[in-house]
């Protein structure tokens, strides 16, 4: 009988269309994995911001990643607010990918989100901390826009939430 970390491990092939080296277990947008009987399951997942575009887009794919998998005849994708989205969320691994696509990662929040936390942003280029922030709206709802006082490239940070 199929196991929950083979649907994750199935899922690892969706990837976010907006950060497409990310997939949708790494950014944490899958929150339930049933496993309802030897042929049926029920993935849940939740959006990383209200009114994110992508989400159908994401639902799509895992539902398509899904029916690739033989013994499956009944798949259901459910979208969700019942656990909110939060960038801590997001693994390690996916952290990492962020960084290396070029967009810094958000840092783990354990208290209230401050102004401090938003502004003190390492660069994903160079690692340094002398960076601003331009503008709290990216390309996307979920990026804010930095710029790198020593490396001299502008940025995009995936926000924490």
């Known amino acids: 009988m199929i196991q929950k970390d083979d649907i994750l491990s199935v899922l690892q092939a969706v990837k976010d269309p907006e950060i497409p080296v990310i997939s949708v277990v790494d950014l944490g947008v899958i929150t339930d994995v049933q496993i309802l009987s030897e042929d049926s399951i029920k993935v849940v997942m939740t959006p990383t911001f209200a009114g994110c575009p992508a989400i159908e887009v994401m ?19 459910e979208v969700n607010y019942d656990i909110p989205w939060s960038s801590n969320r997001i693994t390690a691994c996916g952290r990492q990918l962020l960084k290396d696509f070029g967009l810094a990662p958000p840092p783990q929040i354990h208290q209230e989100l401050s102004l401090d936390v938003l502004e003190n942003v390492p660069c994903p280029y160079c690692n340094s901390h002398n960076t601003i922030l331009k503008s709290a709206f ?8 930095h710029y790198c006082n020593n490396c001299l490239q502008a940025f995009e940070q995936f926000k924490p939430l």
Do not use: A, F
Request: proline share 4%; aromatic share 4%.
């Open 59 to 77: 639902k799509q794919g895992v539902y398509e990643q899904l029916k690739t998998i033989p013994e499956l005849k009944n798949i259901e994708v």
């Open 138 to 145: 990216g390309s996307t709802l979920c990026r804010s826009i």
